[in-house]
Nanobody, 125 residues
Framework: QVQLVESGGGSVQAGGSLRLSCAASKYTWSSYCLGWFRQAPEKEREGVAVIYTGGGTTHYADSVKGRFTVSLDKATQTLYLQMNNLKPEDTAMYYC??????????????????WGQGTQVTVSS
């Protein structure tokens, strides 16, 4: 059973916007937190944003603060990442993931509950 399915990636010019979606199964929706991660070629995986499913508290990497917004739609069990003012350095494969252990939500780039297959974001200058 597929637990997380991303969509919404694509190619845009610098300054443009994209919205990523991540459809969650009932199993992953019950996680403690959901997050977005990205990995560019030959670079380590980077945490982008995290949202706690209970209270909706959010956290962002410094590199995306003020430009990206993570949100939840509980009616459709969908996680979103609105990305504005995109920069070439945002180019990467983006993944959504779920974590059930509270202590790992802000400290780990290897969430343990589930991962999506990834969606490519390419920003040209």
């Amino acid at each position: 059973q597929v637990q997380l399915v991303e969509s919404g990636g694509g190619s845009v010019q610098a300054g443009g916007s994209l919205r990523l979606s991540c459809a969650a199964s009932k199993y992953t929706w019950s996680s403690y937190c959901l997050g977005w991660f990205r990995q560019a070629p030959e670079k380590e995986r980077e945490g982008v944003a995290v949202i706690y499913t209970g209270g909706g508290t959010t956290h962002y990497a410094d590199s995306v603060k003020g430009r990206f917004t993570v949100s939840l739609d509980k009616a459709t069990q969908t996680l979103y990442l609105q990305m504005n003012n995109l920069k070439p350095e945002d180019t990467a494969m983006y993944y959504c993931a779920a974590e059930s252990i509270a202590d790992r939500c802000l400290t780990s780039t290897s969430f343990t509950k589930a991962w999506g297959q990834g969606t490519q974001v390419t920003v040209s200058s």
